[in-house]
């Protein structure tokens, strides 16, 4: 039986997710919290129903239906308790105002594969190709694998969005069977790594190198995030670590606020709410460190 994972988007024509034209497969699933992240859908690794309060009718239907009581209402807002919630979608199917959905549905390797060549002419054309993403990309490591290896058999360029926070065995397994790996760094201190993702960053800076040493292409990635990484001695040690491991081509990405919106669906609190996006305009200074530092620094 072929592995089926878990994947909540599956985006024809990104632009900005490796070169070319590319279908981008995003998987649940990530080790980090990072208190900017833009998809916190992706976070935990099942299905996870969102709540819209401004469709809801108050019926109190969704909390009956419920098999495993993982509904309840607090101050008229439908509260769901993810570790109860077994993704079996009953709530969803009976709520008649349709203040409820889902973000994650399981998918075999075939199915995503068939979807991806819909679009290898563009590929072909454009030089593009697929890219897994998150979360984190190697978070559902099996399906990872399988789906990397399927597309690779067509001639299909692929690559792979992480954040390197997972295990030596698994980077080691998977990483190789990609043509290139978008890896994201974002920060040098490894506590401060901690304080803005819940984990440090010790484990990333291992396969980072392992990576750099074993030939693989890399693109380091850092999000410029306001507060957490965007002063100009942030970009001096992130330009240092990186310098060190034998990089010399870095991509900046602006912190954004297009993920805003999704914490309300989920019930979560947001810690970047109202916070400024920016703007490579906004990001001159911090661009030319690591020019001035020998690094290809684009956005």
């Known amino acids: 039986m072929e592995p089926t994972g878990i994947v909540f988007n599956v985006q024809k024509f990104s632009i900005h997710d490796g070169p ?5 497969v995003f998987l649940k699933g990530c080790p980090l919290r990072c208190q900017w992240c833009a998809n916190p859908e992706s976070q935990l690794p099942g299905v996870q129903i969102t709540y819209d309060e401004k469709k809801c009718l108050h019926c109190g239907t969704c909390v009956r239906v419920c ?33 409820l959905g889902h973000e994650g549905e399981a998918k075999s390797v075939g199915e995503i594969v068939g979807i991806c060549m819909q679009d290898a002419a563009f590929y072909e054309e454009s030089g593009g190709g697929v890219t897994i993403s ?30 390197g926070c997972v295990s030596a065995e698994v980077f080691r397994r998977l990483a190789p069977l990609f043509d ?40 380091p990635r850092i999000p410029v995030i306001p507060g957490f990484n965007s002063s100009l001695e942030d970009a001096a040690g992130l330009a240092a670590l990186l310098h060190r491991i034998g990089f010399r081509r870095v991509q900046l990405l602006p912190f954004h606020q297009m993920g805003e919106r999704k914490y309300e669906l989920l019930n979560r609190d947001y810690a970047m709410k109202g916070v400024k996006a920016l703007h490579p305009e906004d990001l001159t200074d911090y661009q030319n460190v690591f020019l001035d530092a020998g690094l290809d620094c684009f956005f």
């Not at 993982?70 to 349709?98: K, Q």
């Not at 490894?190 to 993702?197: N, P, S, V």
């Open 67 to 99: 098999p495993e009581g993982a509904l309840s209402v607090v101050e008229r807002r439908v509260r769901v308790d993810f570790r109860r919630c077994d993704g079996c979608l009953a709530c969803t199917r009976e709520c008649a105002g349709h203040a």
């Open 180 to 219: 290139l790996l978008l890896f994201d760094m974002k920060h040098y201190d490894a506590l401060r790594h901690r304080e803005g993702t819940g984990a440090g960053n010790e484990r990333i800076v291992e396969n980072m190198l392992w990576a750099r040493r074993h030939g693989l292409a890399v693109l």
């Open 134 to 163: 998150g979360g984190e990309g190697m978070s559902q490591p099996d399906f990872t694998e399988a789906l990397a290896k399927a597309l690779r058999s067509k001639g299909i360029h692929t690559a792979i969005e992480t954040t």
């Open 20 to 24: 070319g034209v590319r279908t981008t």
